[in-house]
Structure formats: C-alpha cells, structure tokens
C-alpha cells in the first residue's frame, strides 16, 4: 500500500500554530486546576492533623463554636 493513498487520522495531520497553541492553554489550565485541588486537599489534610487546642489558638471553627455563635454549616 502507497503512503500517498493512507487516509491518515485527524490527530496525525500537521496543526496550525492557533490550534496548537489553544490546546496547550487548555492543557496548562487542566493542570494547573489539578494541581490547586491536590494543594487545597494537603492543607485540609493538615488542618485536621493539628491538635484541638493549636487550631482554636489559630481562630479555626470548631463544630462547637459554630454552634455557640450561631453559624449554619
């Protein structure tokens, strides 16, 4: 078979610079939202390793305090 007859795919055919350039942001953006969410999830993570008495020193709500002061969680 002549490589001048194969039908090649969509994804093998050579991009425009825009195209390329649009799909690189997109995958910039991907990563970088993944990357925030791995970050949120650690500092949560250590959040909740803290002592009791170190996260109320820090102002952080306890389930109690939001009770007391009447908070909706």
């Known amino acids: 078979m002549a490589l001048d007859t194969f039908d090649y795919p969509r994804t093998l ?5 825009a195209s390329l350039s649009r799909r ?3 995958l910039t953006a991907a990563v970088a939202g993944l ?12 959040l909740e390793s803290m ?8 102002g952080y709500r306890t389930i ?3 009770q007391n002061h009447g908070v909706a969680e």
């Open 51 to 58: 002592p009791h008495d170190l996260r109320k020193d820090m």
């Open 35 to 46: 990357l925030t969410a791995y970050q949120r999830y650690q500092d949560q993570r250590t």
């Open 64 to 66: 109690t305090s939001a």
């Open 13 to 17: 055919q050579p991009l425009d610079p």
């Open 24 to 26: 690189f942001a997109r």
